[in-house]
Every structure is written in C-alpha cells, then in structure tokens.
C-alpha cells in the first residue's frame, strides 16, 4: 500500500510517499519546502504569509514527491493530510488539497492530528506487532506544544501533564529574539551552547548554568511552565549593558544558561514520569526533540535508570526520530495514517473513501483517542 501525505499546519509545505507492507512503513520520497527565509525578516511566522506560500507551493511540492517515488496517482491507496492542531490559514491548504485529489482521484482520505504524527515518526520501521513498545511514554516539545503522554496501547493517549503557559519551542524561540539571534530560534541557541561548551572548562561552565531559575522543577505533577524563565532572560538582559547583545561569547553564555535551565525540568519530569509508569519504551517528539543536549541528556538519564533495574524487561528502550523527521514533515502523517487505516474494518475504511469532503481543519484540535 502506498500513502501520499500532506502537512501544512506551519511553515512547511511537506509531502510525503511511504510504503506500508502490510507490517511496517518505509519512506518512498519526502519533500520538505522550508519558508524560514521568508519568514524570519519578521521574527516569526506570519500566518497569512504562510497560507500564500502553501498555495503556491502544495501543487509543485506533490509532483516533486511523485518525481522522486518514481510513482503516478493510480499507485497511491490512501491520502493523509494533517488536519490540525496548527495555524489555520496554513492548515486550510492541505486539506484543501487532500480533498481535492481524494474526490478527483477516488481514494480514501483520513486526517490525522499532527502532535499524534510527531510520536509515530519514532514508529518508522517498526513492526505492527510489536507489544514489546507498550507501554510508551512520549516527551512532546514542539513549537506550540509540552506534553508527557503516556500510551498503554496504539492510538490511546493519557496526557500526564503539559505546558501551563508556553511551550518548550516558543520559549527558544522568544529568548532567541531577545538575544537578537534569527528565527527559528531553537536550532541557533543549541548550536550557540555549543560552542559555549567547548570553549569552557567544567567550572565555568557550572557557573553559567547556575544562571535561570527552573520553573515547576520540584512540583508534584507533571506540567510545565516556561514563561517565567523567558521573563528570567529578558530581565537578566535589561541589568546587563546593551553591549553583551554584541558579544558573540556573551551571547553564547545565555544561550547556555536558558537551555541547560530547559533541559532540566524536561529531564526531570521525564525522570519521574519514568520511574513512576516503568514504561517499555520511551520516545521523543516535536520539533525541539532536535535539540542535541536534550537528546543527550535524556540518553544519560535512560542509562542511569537502566542500570538501577535487575531484570531486562523492565528496562526502557530510548526512541528518538532522525534529526529530518524530528522537524514538521509529512512522513510522520503516512505512518500515524499506515498505523491507524490498517487498524480499522472495511466499513470504516470504504467510510474514509465516500465522504472525503467531510474533512475539515481543526486548528485547536486535540490527541485523541482510536479504539479499533
Ligand atoms: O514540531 P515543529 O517543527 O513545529 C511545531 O509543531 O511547532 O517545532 C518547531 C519548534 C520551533 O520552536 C524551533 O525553535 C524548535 O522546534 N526547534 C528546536 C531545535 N530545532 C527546532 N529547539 C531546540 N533545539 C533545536 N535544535
Ligand atoms: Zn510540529
């Protein structure tokens, strides 16, 4: 079976080809059209500006996809599109499309919500019957969402917790603008911290990371909070002279202390959900799950909590996506799509097929839960 996906909930126009074998998913072609140069002038992502790019780019986007699978449309079985959460003039788009191609070319087309594509872009290759992953907790840090979800089974999620304010992304996004550094901000403060890492001995640098408070590190749940860290940054900066914003190793120090302050209270929180769920498997997911410090962090904790337990069924495999389908893109759609269409009875699947039109853009819609 072959899955054409679209996403365009934020600044990518992505589609997507994979493969479903009848037990797991390959990728075919992905394409990625990034609107980062257009949008960074304005320090962030403008949402009318994104719905003009998605326009003119959705169409040559889907023949580059099908140029690369070296595939037409009689190949393709289903179409995925993204239908929300993400910024409605953007979302619009996409749907657009995928009804548009589902009712001309006669296949079934099924939404799938995009925070639930970010945690399967961790089930890339991995076998339908595997058990052996649940139960699953998943770390979700996007640029609109912070969630600790906890899956006993496919398509069934239990949010443990989540951001009380902003979410991990918008806060690097927001510290980077205040340090003057371009937008997206996460990838520019994890490479800038970095270079602060290599530059600096072990004392120097236990005395930057000091810096930031780490808000809701020692609460007894499991939401975050990220605001007051960003409100954290701008105050340090306001004490400071206007001068450190010009010193390259000045700005490199912030961008250490705001994201070791990061850091810990994701890892903290995920330590807790861990030792208190003892889940079989543990994934990352969302666009911050790029983030190379976190990701090490976490892989340490992992290593730690390993070693405490005896038996190696109770022990927890770390999953983390690869560094392009950490990103928004469409790939992830195809698999939560694979996952769920192969899930379901031929009534719900001819369902999908006949009323493609019924298909709308959520722009605040939320992880559901499948029973299949
Ligand atoms: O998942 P995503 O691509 O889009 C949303 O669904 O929101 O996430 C985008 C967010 C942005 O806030 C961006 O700054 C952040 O992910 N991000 C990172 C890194 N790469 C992207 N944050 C920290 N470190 C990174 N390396
Ligand atoms: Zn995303």
New binding site residues.
Partial sequence: MHILSIET????TAVAIIRWDGQSATVLANTVSSQIALHTKWGGVVPALASREHLANIVPVIEETFAKAHLTKEDIDLIAVTEGP?LMPALVIGVSAAKTLALVWNKPLIGIQ??EG?IYANFLGKNKNDQNMFPLIALV?????TQLVLMQKHFEYTILGETKDD???????KV?RLLGLP?????????RARAFRENHTAEEIQEVTKKFPRPMLTSDNFDFSFSGLKTAVLYALKKESAEILKDEACINSECHAF?EA?VDVLVAKTKKAITRYHPKTFVI??????????RERLQNTLDELNLEVKLLSEKTSFLTPEFVY???NAVMIGIAAAFRYERMNEEQKKQLKDTPLSLDPNANLPLQNFSY
Avoid: M, W
Wanted: net charge negative.
């Fill in positions: 909930s934020c600044d990518d993400g995009h925070i970010h840090v996007s640029g609109g969402h979410a991990a992304g918008e806060a690097f996004d980077a937008y997206p901000g996460g990838p520019e403060i994890d490479k994201q990061v997911a969302g666009g911050v799950s790029a983030n190379t410090r976190l950490s990103l928004d």
